[in-house]
């Protein structure tokens, strides 16, 4: 079955740096790869000056980068298992990833932590913010000039609060592709679980029995981010997963002034997966 997998880019090394990231994760994966790039009048800073001619060369512009960027990962990436195509959108890099997910039954979507303006200041650009905001499909956000690494070791902090299922299953495709261990992290205030709790860790371990996993308890720190980036050096973990549903650390961190600055820095891949229901 092949992987569809959207790459948004605005031309930018850090955007090529994920691109080539998804490009070596799946390389034993046959895989429909789609660069798109999405520019819109509206968001123009200054639309003083917005002509039509103005928009034609814009688009003329950015078509010919990502025919050469489709052009380069063809010739760069010689693998049979990949495809690539191009997308260009008038519209917002949210509504333009919406859209791709619906169009083209996407499974995935790869993105750098900062588009090309590498603000120091932040981790998470804004468009990779708000792309995580979407809750349309997993996406995995890669550090700037990150080296590939095989994810081994699989970080999922979880307070037990949900009954997971079928949110589960990226992690257990990646688990599979590189025989990974899932380190299902809890950190805990209290030393009990109340019953609801100890039914979902049940019924987690029931989901993950076919995969390699161990629990790790935590004491609660009073900054989540600090304990996440702790965990994620002392364990060697390769690869951090959360799910992303109401009031989860993941949706908490985005809606903090926390995630605009150098506090939540996991210094691995993050992949968030939206809550189903």
């Given at each position: 079955?092949?992987?569809?997998?959207?790459?948004?880019?605005?031309?930018?090394?850090?955007?090529?740096?994920?691109?080539?990231?998804?490009?070596?994760l799946y390389a034993e994966?046959?895989?429909?790869?789609?660069?798109?790039?999405?520019?819109?009048?509206?968001?123009?800073?200054?639309?003083?000056?917005?002509?039509?001619?103005?928009?034609?060369?814009?688009?003329d512009e950015a078509w010919?980068?990502?025919?050469?960027?489709?052009?380069?990962?063809?010739?760069?990436?010689?693998?049979?298992?990949?495809?690539?195509?191009?997308?260009?959108?008038?519209?917002?890099?949210?509504?333009?990833?919406?859209?791709?997910?619906?169009?083209?039954?996407?499974?995935?979507?790869?993105?750098?932590?900062?588009?090309?303006?590498?603000?120091?200041?932040?981790?998470?650009?804004?468009?990779?913010?708000n792309t995580l905001k979407?809750?349309?499909?997993?996406?995995?956000?890669?550090?700037?000039?990150?080296?590939?690494?095989?994810?081994?070791?699989?970080?999922?902090?979880?307070?037990?609060?949900?009954?997971?299922?079928?949110?589960?299953?990226?992690?257990?495709?990646?688990?599979?592709?590189?025989?990974?261990?899932?380190?299902?992290?809890?950190?805990?205030?209290?030393?009990?679980?109340?019953?609801?709790?100890?039914?979902?860790?049940?019924?987690?371990?029931?989901?993950?029995?076919?995969?390699?996993?161990?629990?790790?308890?935590?004491?609660?720190?009073?900054?989540?981010?600090?304990?996440?980036?702790?965990?994620?050096?002392?364990?060697?973990?390769?690869?951090?997963?959360?799910?992303?549903?109401?009031?989860?650390?993941?949706?908490?961190?985005?809606?903090?002034?926390?995630?605009?600055?150098?506090?939540?820095?996991?210094?691995?891949?993050?992949?968030?997966?939206?809550?189903?229901?």
């Amino acid at each position: 079955m092949v992987k569809h997998i959207v790459l948004p880019t605005d031309f930018s090394d850090n955007a090529w740096s994920a691109a080539v990231y998804a490009l070596k994760l799946y390389a034993e994966v046959e895989c429909k790869f789609y660069f798109l790039h999405a520019w819109s009048a509206t968001n123009t800073t200054d639309r003083t000056y917005i002509t039509a001619k103005y928009v034609d060369e814009i688009k003329d512009e950015a078509w010919r980068q990502l025919i050469e960027l489709k052009e380069m990962s063809e010739s760069a990436d010689s693998n049979a298992n990949h495809s690539f195509e191009i997308i260009l959108s008038n519209d917002s890099l949210q509504k333009a990833i919406e859209t791709a997910v619906e169009n083209h039954t996407i499974d995935l979507i790869v993105m750098g932590t900062k588009g090309a303006s590498k603000t120091k200041e932040l981790f998470f650009g804004s468009n990779t913010v708000n792309t995580l905001k979407t809750k349309v499909c997993p996406i995995l956000v890669i550090p700037d000039e990150f080296e590939f690494m095989a994810p081994k070791q699989i970080a999922f902090p979880t307070n037990f609060n949900r009954c997971y299922g079928e949110e589960l299953q990226p992690i257990k495709d990646l688990a599979e592709l590189y025989n990974s261990k899932i380190r299902i992290v809890h950190i805990t205030k209290n030393n009990k679980l109340t019953s609801t709790q100890d039914y979902n860790l049940s019924m987690l371990k029931v989901h993950l029995e076919n995969h390699p996993h161990i629990f790790h308890w935590m004491p609660d720190y009073a900054k989540k981010h600090e304990e996440i980036n702790d965990f994620i050096e002392e364990l060697g973990i390769d690869m951090l997963v959360m799910i992303n549903y109401k009031h989860s650390v993941i949706e908490n961190i985005m809606n903090e002034p926390v995630v605009h600055k150098i506090g939540f820095n996991p210094k691995v891949p993050f992949l968030v997966i939206p809550c189903i229901v």
